[in-house]
């Protein structure tokens, strides 16, 4: 069985900075990608981040681009969110996501962490 269990989350204030951190254990997979996805009440679940786990390209959604990055740290399985200039339009609960080598979509998933931005 696979676990991914993020950490990082919290409440701050508009303008802070939080490092959200995910670490896969469990039965050893082949990885594709990673990434992070959010999801705030009453709307869908979006993609925020997401990172490849080989050659490391990365992609990130027109909201959060030029104030999150994506990182990976392969011999810890771990990838990472760095939110900057967090805005009160981030709120949400956010959930590290891994897509296993040949699935079609992203198939394990955190626990999710609730990231509180203050005005």
């Known amino acids: 069985q696979v676990q991914l269990v993020e950490s990082g989350g919290g409440l701050v204030q508009a303008g802070d900075s939080l490092r959200l951190s995910c670490t896969a254990s469990?039965?050893?997979?082949?990885?594709?990608?990673m990434a992070w996805f959010r999801q705030a009440p009453g709307k869908e679940r979006e993609l925020v981040a997401s990172?490849?786990?080989?050659?490391?390209?990365?992609y990130y959604s027109d909201s959060v681009k030029g104030r999150f990055s994506i990182s990976r740290e392969l011999r810890r399985n771990t990838w990472y969110l760095q939110m900057n200039s967090l805005e009160p339009d981030d709120t949400a609960v956010y959930y590290c996501s891994a897509q296993q080598v040949g699935a079609s979509e992203y198939n394990y998933w955190g626990q999710g962490t609730q990231v509180t931005v203050s005005s």
């Open positions: 990172i490849r786990w080989s050659g490391g390209s990365t």
């Open positions: 469990g039965r050893p997979f082949s990885v594709y990608a």
